[in-house]
């Protein structure tokens, strides 16, 4: 088992970016119809559920897929950043870019990664900030109806993830809508190809970090809109996986979500809201409860026939659309949401305790 060490990179005043190694990425493989079927991303490493598991070169999306006891290190790449001050400020609010204060051990399976009361979007309570980075690339760029298509997906999200709340006697509000923010929205170019025969994982993740440093500045806007926490949605116009990049202690304590228009497991369908809602979860401590992600499959199987409908579990349900959410967020999600402070699951099985 890879055990590693989270540094405190507070301390050393540098951010060190892992560019695959800190991002949790999941998607759904949609194969003759099998609702079941789902294909993860967990770093660097890919569990095909139901479905077929593809080739093993390294790099590119479908590639990255990796045996499950992989070294989640492999393959990750850093880029130095100088002279990151992360934290300081906004002290009163005391969310922002909390960092782990102990040494972790980190292990394949069993041993859950969360953002859970840590990076820049702690909790999912109160004002939480969503920026939308629309990124122009060789082969695509975004209309004005695109981008308008993008923003009712999210819409459709956030409400789902504020009634959900509500459900939990919990109240929160998602900042997104940058048409009447302009603040919120962002637009950049890079100059490759976001494909599968690309490395183009790594080099985005590169160009997100740049981004942070020179074009969003999470802690003014946090101060601007009195909120609680902030997260990037960088929105590219191609088919791919989206994926949440959450602060795990170690890498990406500005967290941010990369989100696709089209899901590359499903014929270049429309990505849906509810794709986009499991990724904002994950920024806030929601954790994949689907099996060989995060959780033995004890756990994983006690889901699936206890909570057949949790989003942290599939996102391939019947009912859902693009302007429709038909999910539940289950006891387990809320309470590592912190939601609820108490279930009788983590008795049952430990490893779901909340970090
Ligand atoms: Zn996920």
Not at 35 to 44: C, P, Q, R, S
Not at 262 to 291: Q, R, S
Request: glycine share 6%; with cysteine; aromatic share 10%.
């Amino acid at each position: 088992m890879k055990k590693r060490l989270a540094v405190n990179i507070l301390l050393i005043g540098m951010l060190m970016l892992t560019a695959c190694g800190g991002a949790e990425k999941s998607a759904v493989l949609q194969q003759g119809g099998n609702d079941n079927a789902e294909n993860v991303l967990t770093e660097n490493k890919v569990e095909v559920i139901g479905g077929n598991q593809t080739d093993e070169s390294s790099k590119s999306v479908m590639q990255e897929e990796e045996a499950i006891d992989a070294k989640p290190d492999e393959d990750s790449k850093t880029v130095e950043l100088q002279g990151e001050t992360v934290s300081a400020e906004s002290d009163e609010r005391e969310i922002q870019w909390n960092v782990a204060e102990s040494v972790q051990e980190e292990e394949s399976l069993g041993n859950p990664r969360s953002s859970y009361g840590l990076g820049s979007a702690p909790y999912l309570e109160g004002r939480n900030i969503l920026v939308s980075m629309f990124v122009t690339t060789p082969e695509s760029t975004w209309t004005e109806e695109e981008k308008q298509q993008m923003l009712k997906k999210v819409e459709t999200a956030a409400v789902y993830i504020e009634e959900a709340a509500r459900s939990y006697e919990i109240e929160t509000e998602l900042i997104y809508d940058f048409t009447e923010y302009p603040e919120l929205y962002k637009e950049t170019v890079v100059d490759f190809l976001i494909n599968e025969e690309t490395d183009f994982l790594d080099r985005l993740d590169e160009e997100i970090a740049l981004w942070f440093e020179e074009s969003i500045d999470y802690t003014k806007m946090v101060d601007t809109f009195e909120a609680d926490g902030i997260a990037t949605m960088v929105f590219v116009n191609n088919p791919g996986i989206s994926y949440a990049i959450v602060y795990d202690g170690t890498d990406n304590v500005k967290e941010s979500l990369v989100l696709f228009s089209e899901d590359y497991y499903n014929g270049g369908k429309a990505e849906l809201p509810i794709t986009y809602a499991h990724e904002i979860l994950h920024i806030f401590g929601a954790h994949d409860l689907y099996e060989g992600a995060e959780f033995t499959s004890e756990v994983t199987e006690y889901v699936e026939t206890t909570y057949p409908r949790e989003i942290m579990l599939t996102v391939t349900l019947s009912g859902n659309s693009e302007t429709v959410i038909d999910a539940d967020v289950s006891p387990i999600t809320a309470y590592h949401l912190g939601w609820l402070n108490e279930i009788e699951e983590i008795n049952l099985y430990p490893q779901l305790i909340r970090e």
